[in-house]
Nanobody
């Protein structure tokens, strides 16, 4: 059974930083791309960042480019999202997700390509 468990959420002032972690179990982590998505109240879930199975390729939403960094540690079966220069509009529940296709050559940015999801962690950025 695949499990993804996010941690690291919380309340932060605008301009601050947070690092999210997502620990995976029940899958051969190093074979699969991973993604981060977020959903704000009243809005649809949106792509934030993704990283290939090897870590060699990444993709970011325009809204977070230059501020957020996705990384992974395959030995620890964990994917991270370092978030800097946070803004109130970054407030949302953040979800990590696993791409079910092993060794996919491209990093996918649409949520319907991801089969496995964590429970989410709340990020609140105060102004």
């Amino acid at each position: 059974q695949v499990q993804l468990v996010e941690s690291g959420g919380g309340l932060v002032q605008a301009g601050g930083s947070l690092r999210l972690s997502c620990a995976a179990s029940g899958l051969t982590f190093s074979r699969y791309a991973m993604g981060w998505f977020r959903q704000a109240p009243g809005k649809e879930r949106e792509f934030v960042a993704a990283i290939s199975w090897s870590g060699g390729s990444t993709a970011y939403a325009d809204s977070v480019k230059g501020r957020f960094t996705i990384s992974r540690d395959n030995a620890e079966k964990t994917v991270y999202l370092q978030m800097n220069s946070l803004r109130p509009e970054d407030t949302a529940v953040y979800y990590c997700a696993a791409d079910p296709s092993p060794f996919r050559r491209v990093v996918v940015t649409t949520f319907d390509k991801y089969n496995y999801w964590g429970q989410g962690t709340q990020i609140t950025v105060s102004s």
